[in-house]
């Protein structure tokens, strides 16, 4: 199982993998951004620069701080919500990956009282509680739904606590982990959980994983992430979309 | 973020990408059209002739006055629904693109009560209120359901008033915009909403964007609109389908 | 917009496309048949021997009386149900083409109480009617569910009576035409307007095309079967499944 | 119809086709796996090692006895789960081939009190019953939701009984047959009668094939397995995923 790579490389080239493999499997599209916390120093990341990620390639990278300061030779923007991932990777020193999406499924979750919750083993680290970023809380009744600094950045951090996903009403989600393989495998598996879950609930009460039962298997996914790793970046090749 | 092209060549040149951009994304099919104002005279637009939006080149591209009378030296047809374009150009001189399509998550909100509403910050234009276009008000109780004369454009471009967006009760609906990819945006976005909407009001109360988040947001968007643009060009190429 | 071929080898490279674009627009899969009247002969229709309709070729093609009775002179054999086929041609004369399928939204309008409406105009046709076939009125309450005698087919063919379409309960249905265009056309947006139907009654209230609305709107579309003909075979070839 | 294969070699290739038809089909996707008994001796089956199902070669299979033990000269590893074919083929001797899937439809059934039904002839193999295993029964409340060892597998081979399909809750569940063609179109047919059967209860009370209905389709579809066997093949060439 991959974990945090070596060298800052080969984060590089796992990320542009992970870009083109969400726009793949429909969990980003023309928005939405990975990033995975810089190998070589802890207190930056790497990011693209504002394009869309199918188009991403190795030479699209920058580094950012966690300030949100962009620092790259050539002087490029990277996207406006880079806060998202400055504000996680500063609260979550665990955390070395970030999926920002507006992933379809996980709309309806976030703008209506439904819970997500996990109804598979696949998705069982969703556990008991997925919370939802209400961003008029901190940023008022009139935002245009970005997190656009480090002060909305700081609270959505707070709602995402030690949770892998948070919701965003009205916005999408974000999902965490500790490398690119695990991050990625959350962010579809959410999206999966969500469709799912809405078809269940369609047809009557539901019964969830425990969390006896969400532990375990988290544990043993965790073990199998190559698996489907592999297969993604596969699908990439087939469809001629490899970086 | 492209604006009003320059010529009506590159206008055309638009016009042919967004005729098939809007069948990749699955927004038109065999049937409904785009078009542009004429960038040279403001009192006609770009459409094509009376074919396939997917089998659209430059060279199928006529123009039309907005009696929807056309001007073109080969003598060609175009669509029979043309007052559409012309009576929206002529009732709203902002309006630069029109789309008009059979998308298929709008219909369902054309012939119920429920009202269209934005979600989620990507359909913020939405706004409060996306009109609903009853034929019977102007065409009476058996009309083939086609805006195929003047006295119905006009009736439609009334339904409309300023909004970005109409909905055709057992037809379709219509998106306009300041340029076409502006155009293309809402009509793409609006799909989006609407099948995200569905979904969302089966799980409960749904909490829309407050005006504010609404206009907030599409300012930001209105900024944004390259983005998606250069995606969905690219895509197409991906596909083989580039003109 | 193409009527009945003049020539059977006409008629039969029709039924070759009918076959290959009713797979590919999601209408047949491994089953399902389409036929069309021999044009050079009223009392016989031609359908393919029994094999997947994305296989079909000019060569499969033989000719089958208004018995059942299969006139190959390699003799081969095509399906069971080529009953459902040889009937509604004795029964309908007006009718020159018949498509069979397990059009998937189909089914549960088929077993169920919910009455398949037009919802919009593309669907006109089906007008305030689409009769759903019993094979346990005809057949008794243990058939194996097909079609496969005469008594079974003359009882579908009563079923049908002078509707374009009619549903067969825990199996699918069958759309008639004057043509193997029209008859194609009736399939695709059955299936169309058996999903959105579905999604617009789980809004609320549904507001149907009224008859006169039916009757004008299925009139202009006659006109226009051409257009989506030409789309579909078009897929079809850069799909690279053309014959 | 392709029964039991003659040799060892003829099962493995079949079982190659097997892994890319199901995933091809949407059955599986970076999990699952598909088994088949060996034909040179009933005490074994033939199993892919441990790898995504799409990637699967004749290379990369295996034989496992009936205690889960592998026989592999290379010393290769297979599924954690292999439990739940061991046991499968222990308990139930006219089983000859086993697909258990994460195939997304079955979830909703698996958590929620409705029962999958027959609502169409091609599955009419459901029958009137579709048991449902809960691990929790064998394995306590906390297990990590694998069939990991062989007295999970057995309680899931008691639960199948003598049917043909049985789900698992918040997992997947498990096809078998008297062939790779039959436990494969079976794992197809399955997900599609749970798709359709969900939008059929949300229009109204359902009516399923009875039981003489059941038995008779299912002895005819027993003689057809072959066409749509030939087209899934035929689908995977096309798609350049042949083996």
Known sequence: MS????????????????NRILVNENVLDGFGHVSVRDPERADRFLIARSIA?????????????LDGTVHDAQERRTYMERFIHSE????RPDVLAVVHSHSPALIPFGV????????????????SLTPVFEIRLSGGESTDMLVRNAALGRALAD??????VALMRGHGGVAVGVSLPQAVFRAIYTESNA??????MALGAVEY????????????NNGQLDRPWQLWKQRLVEAGRAP
């Open 88 to 91: 996680i990777y500063r609260a």
């Open 112 to 127: 209506t009282g439904a819970r997500l919750r996990p109804i598979c083993h696949m998705s069982s680290f969703l556990g």
């Open 53 to 65: 990620p199918a188009l991403v390639t190795a030479a699209d990278v920058l580094g950012c701080d």
């Open 195 to 200: 469709r799912l879950q809405a078809q269940a």
């Open 3 to 18: 974990t945090a790579p070596m060298t800052r490389e080969q984060a590089i080239d796992e990320l542009v993998w992970a």
């Open 159 to 164: 709602t995402l606590g030690p949770h892998p």
């Open 209 to 220: 994983l425990s969390a006896g039962e969400s532990g375990a298997a988290t544990e043993t």
